[in-house]
């Protein structure tokens, strides 16, 4: 596998959006309509983070009028434009799926000051597995 | 050492893997480390009963190959005469295969062929030695269906009849049986090429192909393209066989 994992990184993105479980971001995404390119936002909770290598994927969830909305966006797609992170959630574990059962303000979480730089912290330690 | 644009080529699998398309779409990739090949015989009709091109392929300490096989190579030549034909030293090869293709390149032995003969959206088969499954019973080897478990039956997994009685007193040919399932030569036709790498001899193949990873193939131009129809939604850019389907779009 290590020969596949190797020519993988080259197709990677190189500066892939970092971020964590149970930060809030805005998705950029890009979309086509006809010839036009535009992006789309989609801002929510990331709830998971799945796979490594060029298979990584988040799952992001969010709350649209009243129904819960999941969707899960590959990290190294060319139409993931950008991840930015609004928030940083204090959670406790890696796949916050109990968000689904929880409905209105315990739905929130916790905001982690603590992981303000978090960006550059995740980099080395979550980048650094795959 | 010249190039030849031979769609003939031995390669490794090296696994697979995903990429995204231009539009973001996410499609299955072989990849395959196939060349450089060096050609290390012409075959022809006079001479052998029929025209084909030898390459060979892996290098390799002439200690692996036997002493004719060595010979064939020119490899021996080279130890005996040096100084005269160094030029037309051979190299070790560990795999040769003959490729019987119509329309031939010319070709002279010691040309090389790599993966740059190969273009994005080309049709391909590609040759491979399947995994093996050892010994199977007709459950998997011919999707058979069990016999009850409980009750006290006696018939979970058996092959059930194989034939009548008296007459016609044989099992007839081809009846389904329990087999050695796998380790045979299967070729996955018409897969098309999504890259080529030449200065990794890399070429990316879309959908899967037989065997295991690190397992030898055989990669070549595809032998019956289907007919023109719906274009798959892989290339963006349109080779001579896949162009003419991707106008519609």
Known sequence: MQFVTRIERSFQKENAPSFRVGDSVDVHYRIKEGDRERIQLFSGVVIAIKGGGMRKSFIVRRIVQGEGVERQFPLHSPRVAEVAVKRHGRVRRAKLFYLRHRVGKATRLEESFQRTDAKSESKSGGQAKK | ?249
């Open chain 2, 1 to 249: 050492m010249a190039q030849v644009a031979l769609k003939f080529l031995i390669g490794r699998k090296r696994g697979m893997t995903q990429r995204f398309t231009e539009d973001g779409r996410v499609v299955p990739l072989t990849v395959v480390e196939a060349g450089p090949c060096t050609v290390t015989q012409i075959r022809s009709a006079e001479k052998d009963g029929y025209a084909a091109i030898q390459v060979g392929f892996e290098e390799c300490r002439p200690k692996v190959l036997s002493r004719p096989v060595l010979g064939h190579l020119g490899v021996l030549k080279s130890e005996s005469a040096k100084a005269d034909s160094a030029a037309k030293a051979g190299k070790a090869l560990r795999v040769l295969r003959e490729a019987r293709i119509k329309d031939m390149p010319a070709a002279t032995v010691g040309d090389v062929a790599t993966v740059a003969a190969f273009e994005k959206g080309e049709l391909i088969d590609v040759e491979g030695i399947s995994k093996g499954r050892g010994f199977m019973g007709t459950i998997r080897a011919h999707h058979f269906n069990r016999g009850p478990a409980s009750h006290g039956s006696m018939n979970i997994r058996q092959p059930g009849s194989v034939g009548s009685s008296a007459d016609p007193s044989h099992t007839f040919r081809g009846t389904r049986m329990a087999l050695h399932l796998g380790a045979k030569k299967h070729t996955a036709k018409n897969l098309q090429v999504f890259d080529v790498d030449p200065n990794s001899n890399l070429i990316y193949i879309y959908g899967a192909v037989a065997g295991p990873t690190g397992g030898l193939v055989v990669v070549k131009r595809a032998k019956t393209p289907p007919p023109p129809r719906k274009a798959p939604p892989t290339v963006k850019k349109a080779s001579q066989k896949g162009g003419p389907e991707k106008a519609k779009k």
